[in-house]
């Protein structure tokens, strides 16, 4: 176990929709990191929230959004939803430490479909 | 983008070691090593990073050559559990961020 909770673990939706993807970091740790793996694809980094503050944006469509609560908590929203967007979505957290360098440890992930 | 190389395949048996490289010519003095896995459609599990030292902890151990220019996973005795993607990677300078950025990884199939 991570300690990095994400829910829901499952989601179904139809095309068209908004979805909000939940993730709650490990106790401590101020970073939280959105991921987004498509079939067969690899890990493709969306955002980067740093204590309540946006940090960096990978490829993360206009459709999609995500903020960091006070209680350290984030969510990631997806909306207008498309059939490509079906994917899992992991977030991760890192503890801040002096310099950069600090493992992330990732939850377990929320596996969309879109139909 | 990535900045490793690695094989995007691998076989072991069961018990032996397996040992996985990892390319990162560009690597600079600062930047750690980081290694993870990812068991199929699980989130990815954090293995070992180090900087310059080799490194050990109870699941592998890590092999960084002097120039810092390679390294080298090493699972002492592989079991059939370990059958995953292996990432190797060097955290992406973005904006003041350091984001873990993930290739394509090792896939790693463990035979009995």
């Known amino acids: 176990d991570s300690g990095v909770t994400q829910t829901p673990k499952h989601l179904i939706t139809a095309t068209g929709q908004r979805v909000t993807l939940r993730c709650s970091p490990r106790?401590?740790?101020?970073?939280v990191y959105w991921y987004q793996q498509s079939l067969d694809q690899g890990l493709q980094f969306l955002i980067h929230y740093y204590n309540g503050e946006e940090r960096a944006k990978g490829n993360i469509l206009e459709r999609f959004s995500a903020q960091q609560f006070p209680d350290l908590h984030s969510e990631l929203n997806l909306s207008s939803l498309e059939l490509g967007d079906s994917a899992l979505y992991f977030c991760?957290?890192?503890?801040?430490?002096?310099?950069?360098?600090?493992?992330?440890?990732f939850g377990q992930g929320t596996r969309l479909t879109v139909v | 983008d990535a900045k490793t190389t690695q094989p995007p395949s691998m076989d072991c048996a069961e018990g032996r070691a397996a040992n996985l490289p990892c390319n990162h010519s560009?690597?600079?003095?600062?930047?750690?090593v980081y290694w993870y896995r990812q068991i199929h459609s699980q989130g990815p599990q954090y293995i070992i990073h180090?900087?310059?030292n080799n490194e050990t902890n109870e699941m592998a151990s890590l092999i960084i050559t002097e120039d810092r220019k390679s390294s080298t996973l090493i699972l002492p005795h592989a079991t059939l559990r370990d059958t995953a993607v292996y990432y190797c990677?060097?955290?992406?300078?973005?904006?003041?961020?350091?984001?873990?950025?993930f290739g394509r990884g090792t896939s790693l199939i463990v035979h009995p």
């Open positions: 560009t690597i600079s003095g600062n930047e750690y």
């Open positions: 106790s401590g740790d101020l970073s």
């Open positions: 180090g900087l310059k």
């Open positions: 990677i060097v955290r992406v300078s973005s904006g003041g961020s350091y984001i873990p950025t």
């Open positions: 991760a957290s890192s503890a801040p430490r002096t310099g950069a360098n600090t493992e992330a440890f």
